[in-house]
């Protein structure tokens, strides 16, 4: 009897460990301390998810220890405090613009980084098409055809 006491022990010790692995973890916490640090707060301004994903990534690039998170992760857990509203295919929220850089030049540089990031993760999950030629061929190209034909 004593070593089936014994196994039954040992059995609820793992039960034990693996649900305390399966719990979840503080996950939210970045994506909050972003939120209390940049005052980010429902406002009147249109604020796309590219612009909010921009200032995420620019606040966490260096800081040691952060959980950076996956755009798609990211508003996952974003979408906890805010409602997402959406123009077509623009997805925006409605929040105080203060807090992010919504000048021409702030959404440039945004969208020139979301550019970057969705052709990198094309690339990563092999999804990457690069974009065909259209028009005429350029001269150097013209010109080895003339030569050949």
């Given at each position: 009897m004593a070593d089936l006491d014994e196994l039954l022990e040992l059995v609820?010790?793992?039960?034990?460990?693996?649900?305390?692995?399966?719990?979840?973890?503080?996950?939210?916490?970045?994506?909050?301390?972003?939120?209390?640090?940049?005052?980010?707060?429902?406002?009147l301004d249109r604020v796309p998810n590219y612009v909010i994903y921009y200032t995420y990534k620019k606040k966490y690039k260096k800081a040691e220890g952060e959980e950076k998170w996956s755009k798609v992760h990211f508003f996952r857990l974003f979408n906890k405090y805010f409602d997402q509203a959406r123009v077509g295919k623009q997805r925006y929220y409605v929040l105080d613009g203060s807090s992010f850089d919504l000048t021409r030049e702030g959404r440039i540089e945004a969208k020139a980084y979301?550019?970057?990031?969705?052709?990198?993760?094309?690339?990563?999950?092999?999804?990457y098409k690069p974009k065909k030629r259209r028009g005429r061929p350029r001269k150097a190209d013209r010109s080895v055809e003339d030569k050949e034909g």
């Open positions: 609820s010790k793992k039960l034990e460990e693996k649900e305390a692995e399966k719990s979840p973890k503080p996950q939210t916490e970045s994506v909050k301390r972003f939120i209390e640090t940049m005052n980010i707060r429902k406002g979301d550019e970057a990031y969705k052709r990198k993760i094309a690339i990563k999950t092999g999804k």
